[in-house]
């Protein structure tokens, strides 16, 4: 097996000339969308099954004649699919179409998918859209088919600014970390990593610079970053309390004297 | 540029002005980001190269850069005056530079003067400064050197002489005080002297500076003297020649640089050749007039020394046989243009109905202006228009665009489509000067054909109607040289092979334009490019690259001499001999360009005899192509002034706090007053927002309208309004909005943002807002809404007017007003 591989995208040397989402559109013959209108610079607007990248714009420039770049001022960040660790795609997937591949990336084979949309109202990170040329759900594949013939994705490969960095996951931490020293010791306070860690659904695969908090992104914080899921110990534990406890009611109910004394517990079975 | 795109990575200073490199140019760009993120760069103790961006705008560029000043289009000599005058008061200069590598020694003529805001010998009549007795081609006499004896200039070393160049132009810029600079450019004082002191640090041989700039300097009226006041700068400081340094114009299209050097331009011959002039009877009055002279006796003046070598070698190119010293190498047969031919003097022309037809090839004059409308205007007052380019444009299709009644047209216009750049080999010279041959991707689709072969099937048809029908002065058309193996259908490599050159002699491809001569022997297409294409054979295709750094970078800085072909020589930066001191020895050891190591200069490629050794009393001074032998502060080539001095933009809301009589450039050539048709510039009373334009880096011009995914990106046209304006206007973003000037309109969406905003220039508030240029009434966008596309036109609101020297349109400042629209 490979070891695990995935994207390492530093948003602080972004520079939203968006070559990702055209390589992207190019090597994976993907038509895009009708032309319209977003706000200026972001006419992508979001991932979807014709977007695998998507270069998000956050203009929070102030006011003044004289104002500070370095990458936090007008935030540009080149959005993807997370390859999470914990994926809720893949685990609400009926038929078994999203795997993790020999990668650690998560693929969603198109032959298998069934079209059901389940894994587009699952994904916390509005990464899925579905395509009705091809009738099933589409993301990025981490070029899939690019890594079987040891090539780099798409994206990575005409990134100019290195934004966009694809490696081992090992190599991509140790450059995150060293990139994120820098930054702080030139003291840029808000640079965060993002998914480098497992406190976003387990960990991210493809994790991020950012350079302030992930909510300014529109992205879950590590608060929110929480999957309603069988990996999700303490969410599975509260379900299983909770069902126990309805059980608990629903058979006291049963047994006492008065037939509407357990309504207002009623099961979750 | 005088260095190229991997050198700016060694820079400790980035400045770019009129220039957006991360939208315009993302891939060059990455060297920025290399300078900066090196720890081993930057002023101070190092800790990464500081970017300083300063623009209209906050851009993709300037969101990543150290350093954004808002600074007011068009202003930019005031901006680099100011930096010169902090380096001259706090004598931050490199000394030894400035005395041995510029001309701040050499001592000017009494009848020089500079006062209030006009240049000595001015006629206010003729809107000129003037030579009393001019042979053709002169310089105005009050800007000259006093001569000694043997007609070199007289120098004093010490620069304490009051009429020595350092003493005129401290002098000359003592006027650009940091409150001035404010004034002027809107960049506050405190913000301003922030950059000085960075700026000022540059002096120092340990330290180096580039300056990155592209068309936001030279698309104003004061465009030649934008670019001319920052290069002045880099003299100062010593940074001319070093890697690392330089002046590094960001050229607009893959290979604007390759046509700029074979003559795109009306007023030169390809390698930078003067055009012949009416009066000049024969060569040697063409040489008298075009060559520069020897100055200083240790001046190798090398450009003007072989002049008539490059003249005679591109007349054999292109007249073969048929140029002999009996007829003058055929120097009677190449025109003599007797007044300006540029870009808007063609219009002008056709708006006066003096022209019958136009080819364009490969740009488009409706998109590209400026006064689209004007040039409209100008279009249907033709005979016949020929557009060669593979997709329609909107000057193809400009009889039925908007405004125009096709019936009122008597234009008929022929479209020829081309071939695009991918189903065609042959070379792309980049910014950095280097020759990249590339491969065609694609054969020709349909019946297009490729330019080069459209423009020798039309000589040779007019060559068949001189020879059958007979016609006024035939030799000129007759004699032309189309020496290919199918005249008809010539390949890129056989003009590659051409425009190196032979020994006619020997019929062997030459190596080296130094052997190039002058008695008919040679032939060179551009001499520039002598060396491109030897008995070896095509340079350009050259690829040893970053596979083995160590050994096709063996200097390490970056030259990659294996990788393509850069001109002159192979070369990678400019005038290197600067980057070494009188000795020989690298002002900064760490970045050498060359150095001499007793024998021989190694490096770079020398931009100097190879064996010459600099102690050798005799020793050529560093800058070996002009006359001066040294770099040129004081300039008596343009036409606006020896040294850069600030004017307004024609249309510009505040009068010039220099000095307010004389505000704009006084020399700038008014078309539409001088054919007495009616003004068409706006006052700021009616148009009080300054603005500018620009290209994003989504689409490339206009042709990238027929790219879907591109157009995805950026659907529709719109203009960059600041958050306070949008207030006053009742404006958000996304809202249809009308923009005006006195020539034309655009219906837009509004972008609102504190990415532009407000200058304070005295005691005036202006708003300056921008404008995207690509969207026209042709393409993909247009064709999914084609009422709104009709007003997309952002060069419908430019002036026609141009640089005072070459005439390039001032489309990068102008005056607008803004309303909201239902």
Redesign the interface.
């Known amino acids: 097996m490979p070891e695990p591989v995935g994207f390492f995208t530093d948003s602080?040397?972004c520079?939203?000339?968006?070559?990702c989402?055209?390589a992207c559109?190019?090597w994976n013959q993907l038509?895009?969308?009708?032309?319209?209108?977003g706000?200026?610079?972001d006419?992508?607007k979001q991932l979807d099954a014709e977007n695998w990248r998507h270069v998000k714009f956050i203009?929070n420039?102030?006011?003044?004649?004289?104002?500070?770049?370095?990458?936090a001022?007008?935030l540009?960040m080149s959005d993807v699919c997370k390859h999470c660790k914990n994926a809720a795609c893949m685990e609400v997937c009926p038929t078994d179409a999203i795997v993790r591949t020999e990668y650690d990336t998560v693929y969603i084979q198109p032959s298998v998918c069934n079209g059901c949309r389940d894994c587009i109202s699952a994904c916390p990170f509005g990464v899925i859209g579905f395509s009705a040329k091809t009738g099933a759900a589409q993301k990025c594949t981490l070029c899939y088919d690019r890594l079987q013939a040891n090539m780099q994705p798409a994206c990575a490969k005409v990134c100019?600014?290195?934004s966009i960095q694809f490696g081992t996951l090992s190599d991509l931490h140790a450059k995150a970390d060293a990139r994120l020293a820098?930054l702080h010791a030139?003291g840029n306070d808000k640079a965060q990593l993002y998914g480098r860690d497992d406190s976003i659904y387990g960990g991210l695969n493809s994790f991020f610079l950012l350079m302030d908090k992930p909510e300014v992104y529109g992205l879950p914080n590590k608060e929110n970053a929480v999957l309603p899921s069988r990996n999700n110990f303490k969410s599975y534990l509260a379900a299983f309390v909770a069902a126990a406890i309805g059980v608990f009611a629903g058979v006291k109910a049963l047994s006492g004297p008065s037939p509407s004394s357990g309504e207002s517990t009623g099961g979750t079975a | 540029m005088t260095n190229h795109w991997r050198d700016i990575k060694n820079a400790d200073l980035i400045l770019i002005n009129g220039a957006n490199p991360a939208e315009a140019h993302p891939v060059g760009f990455q060297w920025f980001m290399r300078a900066k993120l090196d720890p081993q760069r930057g002023p101070g103790k190092g800790g990464g190269a500081k970017m300083i961006h300063a623009d209209p705008r906050f851009s993709r560029t300037s969101a990543v850069s150290d350093m954004y000043v808002r600074i007011r289009t068009g202003t930019d000599v005031a901006y680099f005056g100011g930096l010169m005058n902090y380096v001259l008061q706090n004598n931050l200069h490199h000394a030894d530079y400035v005395t041995h590598y510029t001309n701040a020694s050499f001592i000017v003529s009494k009848d020089y003067s500079f006062n209030d805001g006009l240049f000595s010998s001015y006629d206010p009549k003729t809107r000129t400064y003037k030579n009393p007795k001019p042979p053709p081609g002169a310089a105005v006499d009050s800007w000259k050197y006093e001569l000694d004896g043997d007609g070199f200039a007289r120098r004093d070393n010490s620069l304490q002489d009051p009429r020595c160049v350092f003493q005129l132009l401290k002098k000359h810029y003592s006027r650009y005080t940091p409150e001035m600079v404010q004034t002027i450019t809107g960049i506050p004082k405190e913000d301003f002297l922030k950059i000085a002191q960075m700026v000022g640090e540059m002096g120092r041989p340990d330290k180096v500076m580039t300056i990155v700039y592209a068309v936001g300097l030279t698309q104003h009226t004061t465009g030649s003297q934008l670019i001319r006041s920052a290069a002045l700068l880099q003299l100062l400081l010593g940074n001319m020649g070093r890697p690392g340094g330089g002046m590094n114009a960001e050229r607009g299209h893959a290979n604007i640089q390759g046509n700029t050097d074979n003559a795109i331009s009306w007023e030169i011959l390809p390698g930078y050749l003067k055009i012949p002039q009416p009066g000049q009877k024969s060569l040697d009055d063409y040489i008298k007039a075009s060559a520069s002279k020897k100055l200083d006796p240790n001046s190798w003046n090398f450009f003007g020394t072989n002049y008539k070598k490059f003249m005679v070698s591109l007349l054999k190119t292109w007249y073969g046989d048929s140029a002999t010293a009996a007829n003058d190498f055929a120097f009677n047969w190449i025109p003599k243009p007797a007044g300006n031919s540029s870009w808007l003097t063609i219009y002008d022309q056709a708006l006066k109905k003096k022209m019958d037809g136009v080819i364009l090839s490969g740009m488009s004059a409706t998109s590209i202006g400026p006064d689209s409308n004007l040039v409209m205007q100008a279009l249907s007052n033709l005979k016949w228009l020929v557009v060669m380019d593979p997709f329609p444009t909107t000057s193809s299709e400009f009889w039925h665009g908007p405004g125009m009644t096709p019936a009122n047209v008597q234009t008929e216009v022929f479209q020829v489509p081309c071939t695009h750049w991918i189903e065609k080999d042959g070379s792309f010279v980049n910014s950095g000067r280097w020759m990249q041959w590339k491969d065609a991707v694609l054969p020709p689709q349909g019946e297009s054909r490729h330019d080069h072969w459209v423009l020798a099937e039309l000589l040779y048809r007019v060559k068949a109607l001189y020879a059958k029908e007979g016609g006024k002065f035939p030799d000129p058309i007759m004699h032309l040289t189309m020496d290919y193996k199918d005249p008809r259908k010539p390949t890129l490599d056989e003009l590659a092979r051409e425009v190196n050159g032979k020994d006619l002699k020997t019929g062997k491809q030459m190596v080296t334009f130094a052997k190039l001569q002058d008695d008919g022997t040679t032939t060179a297409g551009d001499w520039i490019y002598t060396g491109s294409y030897t008995p070896k054979g095509n340079m350009s295709k050259r690829r040893n690259g970053v596979q083995d750094p160590k050994k096709n970078d063996p200097t390490g800085m970056g030259f990659y001499p294996q990788w393509a072909w850069s001109w002159p020589l192979n070369r990678r930066v400019l005038y290197n001999r600067a980057s070494a001191d009188l000795v020989g020895k690298p002002w900064d050891p760490k970045r050498p360009g060359i150095k001499w190591d007793g024998g021989k200069w190694v490096g770079d490629v020398p931009d100097y005899p190879p064996k010459m050794s600099p102690t050798d009393p005799n020793a050529w001074l560093p800058f070996i192509m002009n006359g001066e032998g040294v770099g040129r502060i004081f300039s008596n080539t343009m036409v606006d002034g020896p040294i850069p001095e600030h004017y307004e933009p024609v249309e510009s809301p505040v009068q010039n706090a220099l000095h307010p009589t004389v505000s704009a450039s006084p020399v700038v050539f008014l078309y539409d007053k001088a054919a007495k048709r009616e003004n068409r510039f706006g006052t700021s009373d009616e148009y009080p927002i300054i603005a500018t334009t620009y290209r994003l880096t989504e689409h490339e011009h206009f042709v990238t309208q027929q790219i879907p995914q591109l157009v995805q990106l950026q659907p529709e046209a719109f203009v960059e309004i600041p958050t306070g304006l949008a207030q006053e206007k009742g404006v958000k973003t996304g809202d249809m909005v009308r923009v005006h000037s006195k020539r034309g309109e655009m219906h837009v969406r509004a972008v609102v943002t504190n990415r532009v905003g407000q200058l304070t220039l005295g005691d005036k508030k202006v708003w300056q807002v921008g404008i995207p240029i690509h969207w026209g009434f042709v393409g993909v966008a247009a064709e999914l809404q084609p009422e709104k596309s009709k007003y997309w036109l952002a060069n419908a609101l430019t002036p026609f007017v141009g640089d005072a020297n070459s005439r390039t349109p001032e489309t990068k400042a102008f005056l607008v007003n803004i309303d909201k629209l239902a």
């Open positions: 602080s040397v520079i939203g000339c968006k070559a989402e055209v559109k190019e038509e895009g969308n009708t032309p319209s209108w706000d200026g610079f006419n992508t203009d420039v102030p006011q003044g004649e004289m104002l500070t770049g370095n990458g001022a007008w540009m100019p600014t290195q820098t030139q």
